[in-house]
């Protein structure tokens, strides 16, 4: 798998009958390892280790409802009050981040209401805070520390 811009960590792989499979930590179990999945695995690692968000407060591929249509966040960190504090929308790194992208996840946000915004590749990460009146978004160069 490619090189990513996240440290590196110690990833546990197996080979599946559908391919080579990255044990997912907070799911506890192997995932079949595609590049989106490369990137996913990176993220969590970097939430758990970086910032030292509780795995309890992190939820993978979380499925909710958009206009009758079912969705699925890849990554939700949750306050200890059950508020959602930070959503992360993943691409592969052969996908480059555009407009589309954050129109994806602000879709998905006016819905579940995240305070931040996080959409990487792997190779170029974004952070977004939502603005006080609720209908924009302000671009941080990091994500603040997790109350």
């Given amino acids: 798998m490619q090189a990513l ?5 110690g990833f546990r792989f197996k080979s599946t009958k559908n391919g080579p499979a990255i044990f997912d930590v907070i799911r506890k179990k192997f995932i079949v390892l595609t590049p989106e999945e490369w990137v996913r695995q990176h993220v969590i690692h ?6 030292h968000i509780p795995a309890n407060r992190l939820a993978v591929e979380q499925s909710f409802q958009v206009h009758g249509m079912t ?4 990554i939700a960190v949750y306050l200890p ?3 959602l504090w930070l959503l992360v929308e993943c691409k592969a790194p052969e996908v480059p981040i555009s407009q589309s992208t954050f129109d994806q996840i602000a879709r ?3 819905l579940l209401d995240s305070q931040y915004l996080m959409v ?3 190779l170029n990460h974004y952070f977004c805070l939502l603005n006080d009146s609720k209908d924009g978004y302000v671009f941080l ?3 603040p520390e997790l109350a």
Wanted: proline residues 4%; hydrophobic residues 25%.
């Fill in 5 to 9: 811009q996240f440290p590196a960590y």
């Fill in 46 to 51: 970097w939430l758990l280790n970086e910032y």
């Fill in 71 to 74: 969705r699925r966040s890849d």
């Fill in 81 to 83: 009050s059950g508020a």
């Fill in 108 to 110: 998905y946000n006016k």
């Fill in 120 to 122: 990487t590749n792997g």
């Fill in 141 to 143: 160069h990091e994500l």
